[in-house]
């Protein structure tokens, strides 16, 4: 095949921008290549993880999906943060993060930590507080992220849960 491969952000249909006396294609009309030495790292974040985003308004002119990437070094936790309205699905690519919440749901709040491995996925319902952790000494934990929002939104927090009155 002869077809010349395609630059970031080109989409699939090159020939697009190239044809004499006719405007580009606005994003929202064609298919988008996002590859993976282009993926944009000035997107929100939280201590401890770097997240670099694919998929957005910004990026390709989606209006109801987020989706990039996430890392996390050797034995680093991310803060402690939420996503607000968005829900979040995660897939781990490598490593093997551990994804921390409270569970609240019985008579005494319990923090969990799942386990993770290559294949797996986690998803985290709008508004729940938690965190990641990639305890491996010497290997980065790399997640795909797809948020049910346009833009990636995190809010940090200064704690896991809101602690009773007497600890704070």
């Known amino acids: 095949m002869s077809e010349p491969s395609t630059t970031p952000g080109e989409g699939f249909h090159p020939h697009l921008h190239d044809t004499a006396g006719r405007p580009a294609a606005p994003l929202r009309t064609r298919l988008h290549h996002i590859r993976s030495d282009s ?5 929100a974040q939280s201590g401890g993880m770097r997240r670099f985003a694919a998929v957005s308004g910004r990026n390709v002119g989606s209006e109801k999906l987020w989706m990039g990437q996430t890392h996390v070094a050797p034995a680093t936790s991310s803060s402690d943060h939420h996503h607000g309205e968005s829900e979040t699905a995660i897939y781990v690519v490598s490593g093997h993060p551990e994804f921390v919440f409270l569970d609240d749901s019985g008579s005494e709040p319990e923090e969990v930590r799942l386990r993770t491995s290559p294949g797996d996925y986690i998803f985290v319902p709008p508004f729940v507080p938690h965190r990641e952790e990639n305890p491996d000494p010497d290997d980065e934990a790399v997640v795909v992220i797809a948020r049910s929002t346009q ?3 995190v809010v940090n927090l200064p704690h896991l ?5 007497d600890e704070t």
């Open 151 to 153: 833009e990636a939104i």
């Open 39 to 43: 993926l944009d790292g000035d997107t």
């Open 161 to 165: 849960y809101v602690p009773p009155a």
